[in-house]
């Protein structure tokens, strides 16, 4: 087979898609087929060495050609771009959803820091309150475009059971995307850690950061816990917001901000912390940062409702999102209950194999098969 895998943002742009956009192309070709990343992303630096192609902003006609050469389209993420390309060339077309596009207007449930609707109808009166009709008209216009293609595309995929469950699609299963963790288990080999707790992500209101620095707050207020610290590794835009939380409620000497990290670097800092928490408010699709954590060797704390406690599974604590002192009470309980903390670690080995890249990838390709059978007959 021949994949056209398409990703809207690709490196050098981080983030969730990226990276599975990279480990689903890199398996693919790995296990015997050919795949074609295809991208909007201009890279402004040299590109780093690959066993499959990148194409960056090709034209109309380009993309045309790149569509008839393959055996399928696969569209990774928000964008439908490519779709008009695989009808006019008669190729399938395989939709995997990493969020709640065809939902609602945002593509999130989550705007100016405050959840939003994850309904269509709910959505356009949530956006018209908030931003006019002549706004909703055209987001409108584009959420009934996504909705669409969603009806009409060979194989909606899921990232998770939680977004098929929140969002319904027609011919659609469930496929969880491929992260590398192997990279991540270097972080199991150091021992003495330096941090209590750290947080791994993007500094950012969805995140539940101002959560977890309340809890820790209760915690270190007593005495016993006084000398505990926390990591925060990331960066973005409520980053001095954290700081002057940090500061009023003088955390300066336990709480400390490392910017963000990546390679080993990042991986040196996990190894060098004792329990992860990943306090996401919002329902996040899936919990790609939560298996690398897992795959680090961590004891790890996340919020109920949302993709991470599915990749958790019985590996690690949750606690009900935005709720800090459900949140306290499990940094005390995996503190103080060490074979608890013993038998989640265990949990771990057997959550993380079914999350292994090579089967989850292998699962794609049986996709791929199935629809491109399909559309043949």
Known sequence: MKILLYSSVFWPSTGGVETITATLAENIVRL?????VVTETIADREEEPRIYKVIRKPTLKERFELTRQC????????SVAMFPFAKLNNKPFIWTHNGYQVSCIDGLGWVDGEPAPM??????????????????LKESFKLAVRRYVANNVDLNIACSNWVAKRQECRKQVVAYTPYSLNKFKAARKIENPQYDFIY????????????????????ISDPIYSIKKLAVVGDGNMKPSLENLVQELHLTKNVFFLGSRSGNELVEIIGNSHIAVVPSVWEEP???VTLELLAAGRNIIVSAFGGHAECVGDAGLKFKNGDFRSLY?????LITDRALAEQQLENATI????FDEVKLTKRYLELYEEVICQKSN
């Open 119 to 136: 309904t269509p109808i709910a959505s356009v009166n949530y956006h018209l309150r908030k931003n006019g009709l002549s706004y909703v």
């Open 71 to 78: 055996s399928l389209v696969h569209s990774n993420g928000a």
């Open 351 to 354: 959550q993380l194999n079914a």
């Open 329 to 333: 009470e499990c940094m005390v309980r």
């Open 286 to 288: 899936f919990g790609g």
């Open 32 to 36: 015997g087929h050919e795949c074609l």
């Open 200 to 219: 791994v992500g993007r500094l950012v209101s969805e995140k539940g950061v101002p959560d977890l620095i309340r809890a820790f707050h209760l915690l």
